[in-house]
C-alpha cells in the first residue's frame, strides 16, 4: 500500500491526484499513467510505464496486457 513514501489509493481516479504530474516525454519506467474515459467519465484507469511508449496494466475482462501509449484504444484517453 505504501512504496516510495507515496500511500496510494485504490481507485485510479483518487491515485491520480496523488505525486505530480510529468511530460509523456519524460516518462520513466515505474511510473504510473493514467487514462480518461474507458468506462465512465473521467479518470477510471490506470497502467504502469514500462518503457519505449509502452505500459502495462489490468483490467476484469482482459487480464494483464502490454499496450503503446499512442494509438489504437488508449492514445486519445492518454
Do not use: C
Not at 487514462?35 to 510505464?49: L, R, W
Amino acid at each position: 500500500k505504501e512504496a516510495a513514501g507515496i500511500s496510494l489509493p485504490r481507485s485510479s481516479s483518487d491515485q491520480y491526484g496523488v505525486g505530480k504530474t510529468v511530460s509523456k516525454d519524460d516518462l520513466e519506467p515505474g511510473d504510473l499513467v493514467f487514462f480518461s474515459n474507458t468506462y465512465k467519465s473521467g479518470v477510471s484507469h490506470a497502467g504502469i510505464y514500462i518503457g519505449n511508449n509502452k505500459f502495462i496494466s489490468a483490467s476484469s475482462s482482459k487480464g494483464i496486457k502490454i499496450d503503446s501509449l499512442s494509438g489504437g484504444y488508449w492514445g486519445p484517453k492518454y
